[in-house]
């Protein structure tokens, strides 16, 4: 791993960083049981889609890489995991034809994850968490019984409602405190 890191940062700066142009596609199923403080009505298949920056291969394992704009802050770690944590799942059961377009073998696991932030000049590189991976699935859950129940709580943020596309047509953003 230390050699995969000191290659990784001997790279960071170089063509070798061009973002990687493959779309990998999946399909999941989400047992009603998947989340037990969330219980769904019934199961579902859901569909699942992203591009993966960088997939390292090291020891015999694969380690997708993020690559960042903006600057490196603490707070984004839990963001982070869970993102690495659905690129791991997105990857495990993509389908054959985006897994060959990726040149992925399905035979090789991830052991770790990682994100490299070159305005902080910051690279992070962990073993793949289970919590991680569990938090994707319950968060998956909790869409899907949002869904369900047709309860979509509105969470008013100055930096972002403002760009919202539903501003015009959101309940709650008409509320005279928000304008």
Not at 132 to 146: C, D, L, W, Y
Request: aromatic letters at 12%.
């Amino acid at each position: 791993m230390e050699k995969f890191i000191e290659i990784l940062q001997t790279l960071k700066h170089s063509v070798l960083f061009k973002p990687n142009e493959v779309m990998l596609d999946a399909e999941i199923t989400i047992a009603h049981d998947t989340n037990p403080k969330c219980i769904l009505d019934r199961d579902y298949v859901i569909h699942l889609q992203g591009i993966i920056d960088r997939v390292f291969l090291d020891d015999g394992n694969y380690i997708p890489i993020e690559l960042k704009t903006g600057p490196w802050k603490d707070y984004k770690l839990t963001s982070m995991r869970k993102e690495m944590a659905f690129y791991k799942l997105l990857i495990e059961n993509a389908d054959q034809k985006s897994i060959d377009a990726a040149g992925i073998d399905r035979d090789i696991p991830i052991s770790h994850w990682g994100w490299y932030y070159p305005q902080s000049n910051y690279i992070h590189i962990e073993k793949q968490k289970k919590a991680s991976m569990n938090a994707v699935m319950r968060g998956i859950t909790k869409m899907i019984k949002a869904y369900e129940m047709e309860e979509f709580p509105a969470k008013y943020y100055y930096k972002t409602c403002a760009y919202c596309s539903f501003l015009d047509i959101c309940e709650d953003a008409q509320q005279e405190s928000w304008l």
